[in-house]
């Protein structure tokens, strides 16, 4: 087939991409070039859109072993050991297809952190669905939940934490994250990297079949009525086939053998084999009449662009082929020698004894375009004036029952229940709490986890959306007895061809940068999913931020339920009652304007260090941190998972109860402290300099305040476990 | 004691169950499914996971693989076999336990703590144990048990149901059966009551800071009763 600019623009490339094309090869490509120019230079692969951009972002620190660019970042946590963790989109496949969507999402990631030689030990999840009324959101909700916990549980690696929004800015486009954490030796890391010519490249896992073709191209295009007619392009996963791969590869990483190892996500073979090769500054050549296929007659355009799960592309050393390929026979595995590395800095082709592709690996990497595209600032929203007039004709008690059941509050239980949390025995804080914790095996250290993304306030605001959200993955580490290390963010946006998404793009960017600049909090992996839109309609933006700590010693953990009747709580941080883009105000005033709660980073940094603080000297029972739905809410939880109830005191001062309870000011934190630890703390927070207010005592059964509020716990957390099951199971 | 831990492709809870095993003072191997013996042991332990896939249904390639055959005569000789979750699964794929494992009630995995009573004392596993109910984990999809009448007069008959689900106070009922299992059974013996299979991982409750501690009453009593 004779390639023609009608068939270049068909595979996803603009007219002056494909010229570009033209004029690099000082020739036309031929159709399986082509393919493999359309995988590397889609925004998926190539992230034209956003390098310019993505370059700002902070990714050095003193615990960082390995930033962006790898397969994964990778964070040292003392001794020799070391975290490699990323979070990575599967949005536009779980749209058409939840289950297998959202089960090679966490297969692809689980791959990302094997390859470099550690083994997962943890997984979460971020995930977003339209209007719980919209007609398509019980059944994706149900299969994604399904393809996550089909996959993860299979694999035997706990998922222990996570998040699940509803929002109608997703109706046509869901967002599946997910994330992976593994640990490895810090001195046994491996890497993408090739190095040496004439070594052997090969290809181990499932074989390749026809599945996932363009799936990357996919992921670069927005949605529109044929959508459906895209499911052949979404990959399906065998979790069973994945597991031996992990045990495979692991196995032969005990050895010396391994130079290089890559998986083969999106763009399959393409992307690894490029990716290997110019990272390492060399050539390679491929013989794909080797390359294991699931179905006859594949072309070498297919056998390209197949993105066929569970594979893997390695560089051995000379002379281990036989060593390599006895580990890949005991685990049932496909094994074969595909091809070498080269001197050529080109990636060469053979199939049936013809070259069939020849291309400099500098065109398809940094010649590749990118694109400083147009953007478009948001102005920070007029601070409203709430009459408080309308306060009056609502009920404090009401209020909180309708905030505790509103979808994105409700208890996620019905979610995280169909997930295995426990298996590798070292769970130590389950999903439901601030972050999941994992120990480290063997070691009196422990990882913490967790995943935060707050559209509702990027939307308002990207710039400080930004930066909040990277303070909330902050907080929840702290609220554990973590010390946060660093994070992976995931930036899920609409159509970065429109000024205003792009705009939001860069503006959360910039809030992210500024955010974990000042906590020391960098960026280690991430990736960028554009083009969420589905007819003209794009997702609000939502980055989502996956953050990673240290417990030293894992005994020293806390959690957020409340653990002993009599024990005082106190409220840490200012209470400014700030109410614009609160749950109150959009679901109970059903006010959506104005700006989002504003940042105080240095106040953020000196709060939760000092939280650090108390938890270190076991100064306090009890930490949470106040996040959507504001105090009343945060208490509500801390009872509900304690079945403990509190006293709340009356208020001394003129405050505006309905401002105290459900403004959503950041930076704060409530804590349980036993009475004979009041004064050393009080002590230490003045010391610090951190405003702090006593909110009440902990009592037997009931939620009280003042002889307005008087509610039963076991009430209220049927209210707060009821909505998500009885949407789901009716 | 010896015990082996046997590997199938796709098990999941193998370093699990060494972990717990080593705990309580079991020395403890690890056998590969495609090895033609098992080493002298006093006792054998199918883990949990999705060995082969559970491709074509739980367990059942398991129970056609090389290993099994070993195991097999180990039980057949009296040597005492416990299997857990997918080892459960595949011991009834065996034949050596009776009834089948079908899907999930609700059709959903579940995963939570769960209390079971402990129905017979009267062998190795659970002799002298000092509670009646325990609290222990589930993690599975297909835990539902189910047997044919003739099958289940005979386990009431020689007491061969060994542990079901209840609440904290041991009543059962549905309320408190989590996947449908008839009787609400979670684990039962075979007739001479040397082979264990249960749904409820006690490997994941052996210590405060996991989920729980009657695991650790499990693995302790179990030592102690093959002393």
């Known amino acids: 087939m004779e390639v023609t600019e009608k068939i270049a623009v068909e595979h996803g490339l603009k007219k002056d991409e494909y010229k570009k094309i033209c004029d690099l090869l000082k020739r036309v490509p031929n159709i399986t070039e082509l393919a493999i120019f359309s995988a590397m230079w889609n925004e998926h692969c190539s992230y034209k859109s956003s390098r310019k951009h993505l370059k700002k972002l902070h990714t050095q620190g003193k615990k960082v072993i390995q930033g962006p660019g790898e397969n994964a970042g990778v964070i040292d946590i003392g001794d020799e050991d070391a975290i490699v963790f990323k979070i990575e989109s599967h949005n536009h496949p779980s749209f058409i297809e939840p289950y297998q969507g959202a089960a090679t999402g966490v297969g692809g990631i689980m791959r990302d952190v094997f390859t470099m030689g550690a083994r997962p030990i943890a997984n979460l999840n971020s995930i977003h669905f339209g209007s719980p009324q919209h007609k398509k959101t019980k059944n994706l909700l149900r299969g994604v939940v399904k393809g996550i916990g089909g996959y993860g549980n299979c694999i035997g690696v706990p998922t222990v934490a996570g998040q699940t929004s509803f929002d109608e800015s997703y109706n046509g486009n869901i967002l599946v994250n997910a994330m992976t954490l593994g640990l490895v030796n810090k001195n046994k890391i491996f890497y993408s990297k090739a190095a040496g010519v004439d070594k052997p490249v090969i290809y181990v896992g499932s074989k390749t079949g026809r599945d996932g073709i363009h799936g990357a191209s996919m992921a670069s295009a927005i949605f529109d009525d044929k959508i459906e007619e895209k499911k052949p392009t979404v990959q399906v996963g065998d979790p069973f086939t994945e597991k031996l791969l992990l045990e495979a590869c692991l196995e032969l990483m005990e050895g010396n053998s391994i130079i290089a190892i890559q998986d083969m996500g999106a763009a399959g073979l393409t992307s690894s084999s490029v990716e290997m090769a110019s990272k390492g500054k060399l050539g390679i050549e491929l013989n794909l009449n080797k390359v294991p296929c699931r179905e006859e007659k594949m072309t070498p355009y297919e056998i390209m662009l197949s993105e066929s799960q569970e594979r893997m592309l390695i560089v051995l050393e000379n002379g281990k082929e036989d060593h390599a390929k006895k580990i890949f026979d005991k685990w049932n595995l496909d094994f074969a020698v595909i091809g070498k590395t080269t001197n050529t800095k080109k990636i060469d082709l053979l199939f049936d004894n013809k070259n069939v592709a020849s291309i400099p690996l500098e065109f398809l990497a940094e010649d590749a375009p990118v694109y400083d595209r147009k953007w478009k600032k948001t102005k920070l929203p007029q601070k409203l004036k709430f009459d408080k007039k309308q306060f009056k004709s609502l009920n404090l008690s009401d209020c909180l029952n309708k905030i505790l059941s509103s979808p994105n509050v409700a208890d996620k239980k019905w979610i995280w229940d169909q997930y295995d949390h426990t298996v590798m025995g070292d769970t130590i804080q389950k999903p439901g709490g601030d972050a999941g914790v994992v120990r480290v095996h063997g070691t009196s250290k422990a990882v913490a986890a967790s995943v935060d993304a707050s559209a509702t306030y990027c939307f308002s605001h990207p710039l400080t959306g930004g930066k909040q959200i990277v303070c909330e993955s902050w907080r929840n580490l702290i609220s554990v007895g973590a010390k946060p290390i660093a994070i992976t963010n995931c930036l899920n946006f609409g159509n970065p061809e429109k000024e205003k998404n792009m705009g939001e793009f860069v503006e959360c960017v910039e809030g992210i940068t500024e955010a974990s600049k000042y906590l020391d909090f960098p960026v280690v992996s991430g990736n960028v999913s554009f083009y969420n839109e589905t007819k003209d309609k794009g997702i609000k933006p939502t980055p989502a931020i996956g953050g990673v700590g240290l417990i030293k010693d894992y005994q020293k953990m806390i959690t957020m339920d409340f653990k002993k009747t009599g024990n005082i709580v106190y409220i840490i941080g200012k209470t400014e009652g700030h109410l614009d883009q609160s749950i109150f105000a959009r679901n109970i005033l059903l006010e959506k304007k104005g700006p989002p709660p504003s940042i105080n980073l240095f106040n953020e940094k000196n709060i939760g260090e000092t939280i650090l603080h108390l938890i270190d000297k076991n100064l306090i029972q009890t930490c949470h941190d106040v996040s959507i739905g504001g105090i009343l809410t945060a208490v509500s939880k801390m009872c509900i998972r304690g079945q403990k109830g509190i006293k709340i005191n009356p208020f001394k001062d003129l405050v505006n109860k309905y401002e105290y309870f459900f403004s959503e000011d950041q930076g704060r934190y409530i804590i349980e402290i036993e009475k004979t630890n009041i004064k050393k703390v009080n002590d230490l927070l003045k010391k610090n300099s951190v405003h702090f207010e006593e909110l009440g005592i902990i009592d037997d059964k009931n939620l009280s305040f003042n002889g307005e509020i008087n509610l039963p716990i076991e009430e209220l957390s049927k209210t707060h476990k009821y909505w998500l099951k009885n949407y789901m199971e009716n | ?227």
């Open chain 2, 1 to 227: 004691m010896k015990s082996s831990v046997i590997i199938f492709p796709g098990s999941n809870c193998d370093r699990d169950m060494d972990v717990a095993l080593k705990k309580f003072g079991f020395k403890n191997q690890m056998i590969w499914h495609n090895d033609n013996s098992i080493p002298k042991s006093d006792l054998i332990v199918l883990p949990g996971g999705f060995s082969y896939g559970d491709y074509l249904r739980c367990g059942s390639i398991a129970s056609k693989s090389k290993i099994i055959k070993s195991v097999i005569d180990f039980a057949n000789s009296g040597g005492l076999v416990l299997g857990i979750c997918n080892g459960f699964q595949i011991l009834t794929e065996t034949g050596l336990l009776p009834g089948i494992l079908q899907q999930n009630k609700y059709l959903n995995f579940i995963c939570k703590n769960v209390f079971v009573k402990v129905k017979d004392k009267k062998n190795k596993f659970f002799k002298d144990i000092k509670k009646e109910i325990l609290e222990l984990h589930i993690a599975h999809n297909e835990g539902n048990y189910f047997c044919s009448n003739d099958e289940m007069k005979s386990l009431e008959d020689n007491n061969q149901i060994a542990v079901t689900y209840c609440n904290d106070h041991g009543d059962e009922g549905d309320e408190n059966n989590p996947n449908g299992a008839i009787k609400n059974i979670a684990g039962i013996f075979n007739s001479k009551k040397n082979v264990l299979g249960m749904m409820p991982h006690p490997e994941r409750m052996i210590d405060k800071y996991l989920s729980g501690e009657d695991g650790s009453l499990f693995f302790e009593n179990l030592l102690r009763n093959l002393n």
